[in-house]
């Protein structure tokens, strides 16, 4: 049985925080008591249903409710939305399940995300994972507990155990042969500029599959000098496409070789 419950988390969570909860009743009334003044987060969560925060419009992550010593909140309203679900497969070209694949479902950043940027760098190309899922033996992903919006859907070969639980000896085999295909977006394409931009609406569950393709890679090597003009080692490097990022660090040789799809911009 799904039970629906309500947190004061504090503003600022530290493992030793104390996260306060209650659960609703039938009749949805809950109550919080014993709370030491402070500044809290304040939320209801669901299964099914999109995280609900206090005083929130839907598009930005709510108010902090600033608690004083003896203060009593009452008549606290929260409205919960259906989540949204994307599930697919995701095959191979010859048609064949691929599984322990990453499914990205990527958005645009919010207005409140953007202005909490402290870089110089523009945001207005730079999607936010909002959820993510492997697929399974059959190559079938499931997308949970998303907001209502527009995505984009991004299929990586990048599998990580859980909890460094590894099972099989497929992981291993395919971490030394290493990547043969490129990230991949909905439908079907290597570039976000080519991508679609899917509307998913509160409730809604959509089939997006995807199939993924062998392509060449390109590789790029070099020398990281320092400012005396000697070699400089483990220095971070990277090739940027929005939104894609492939790293390296510069080792003890001082060569750095990167692996990335052709198309992809500039070195920094």
């Known amino acids: 049985m799904a039970i629906q419950a309500e947190a004061l988390i504090p503003e600022h969570e530290r493992r030793e925080s104390q996260v306060y909860v209650a659960i609703s009743d039938s009749s949805g009334q809950f109550k919080i008591s014993d709370v030491p003044a402070g500044r809290y987060r304040f939320l209801a969560t669901h299964t099914g249903y999109v995280d609900q925060h206090y005083q929130s419009?839907?598009?930005?992550?709510?108010?902090?409710?600033?608690?004083?010593?003896?203060q009593e909140v009452k008549d606290v309203l929260f409205r919960m939305t259906l989540a949204a679900v994307f599930t697919g497969?995701?095959?191979?070209?010859?048609?064949?399940?691929?599984?322990?694949?990453?499914?990205?479902?990527?958005?645009?950043?919010?207005?409140?995300?953007?202005?909490?940027?402290?870089?110089?760098?523009?945001?207005?190309?730079?999607?936010?994972?909002?959820?993510?899922?492997?697929?399974?033996?059959?190559?079938?992903?499931?997308?949970?507990?998303?907001?209502a919006g527009e995505y984009y859907i991004r299929a990586v070969d990048d599998y990580e155990p859980m909890n460094h639980v590894i099972i099989g000896s497929e992981w291993e085999v395919r971490r030394a042969l290493g990547s043969q295909y490129a990230p991949v977006y909905y439908p079907g394409v290597t570039q976000i500029s080519q991508a679609k931009l899917l509307v998913i609406n509160p409730g809604e569950e959509d089939q997006v599959d995807l199939v993924l393709r062998r392509i060449k890679t390109v590789q790029i090597s070099g020398c990281v000098l320092g400012a005396d003009g000697k070699p400089a080692t483990d220095v971070y490097v990277y090739l940027e496409a929005q939104p894609e990022v492939y790293e390296g660090i510069a080792g003890p040789n001082e060569k750095l070789i990167l692996a990335a799809a052709p198309g992809a911009g500039g070195v920094q």
């Open 57 to 70: 419009t839907g598009g930005d992550t709510g108010a902090i409710l600033a608690l004083q010593a003896g």
């Open 89 to 147: 497969r995701v095959n191979d070209e010859d048609g064949d399940p691929m599984a322990l694949m990453q499914v990205v479902a990527l958005r645009r950043p919010t207005d409140e995300e953007t202005d909490d940027r402290d870089d110089s760098r523009s945001t207005a190309q730079e999607l936010v994972p909002a959820g993510f899922a492997q697929t399974d033996d059959r190559g079938q992903y499931r997308i949970f507990g998303l907001k």
